[in-house]
């Protein structure tokens, strides 16, 4: 069974920086995709970024050349670096494991596509 635990936000400045990272326990899938997405207060779930074993990364607008999705296999940890953070990043920020790899970007950010969930950390931008 996978298990996965996310750290890091908290409250961050407008233009500042954070780092998350997800444990990753139990995987023994040989593909798979990992993504992060967003929550915020009133608004479904997004999908921010997604990596795959293949190698394939992709960002969704409103985050590409902010964000960087990575992983550690040595460490079975992924991370998202978090860069000039605006007030609309806030939110819940959860990671996500998909049982295969090599999806379409649509079906890669959305939330239908992933089996196992973490438990979510808060990232709040504010002044």
């Known amino acids: 069974q996978v298990q996965l635990a996310e750290s890091g936000g908290g409250s961050v400045q407008p233009g500042g920086s954070t780092r998350l990272s997800c444990k990753i326990d139990?995987?023994?899938?040989?593909?798979?995709?990992m993504a992060w997405f967003r929550q915020a207060p009133g608004k479904e779930r997004e999908g921010v970024a997604y990596?795959?074993?293949?190698?394939?990364?992709r960002y969704e607008d409103a985050v590409a050349g902010r964000f960087t999705i990575s992983q550690d296999y040595a460490e079975s940890a992924l991370y998202l670096q978090m860069n000039s953070l605006k007030p609309e990043d806030t939110g819940m920020y959860y990671c996500?494991?998909?049982?295969?790899?090599?999806?379409?970007?649509?079906?890669?950010?959305?939330?239908?596509?992933?089996?196992?969930w973490g438990q979510g950390t808060q990232v709040t931008v504010s002044s």
């Open positions: 990596i795959d074993t293949y190698g394939t990364a």
């Open positions: 139990g995987n023994t899938y040989s593909y798979w995709t």
């Open positions: 996500a494991l998909a049982t295969f790899a090599g999806m379409l970007d649509t079906q890669a950010l959305a939330t239908y596509s992933y089996k196992f």
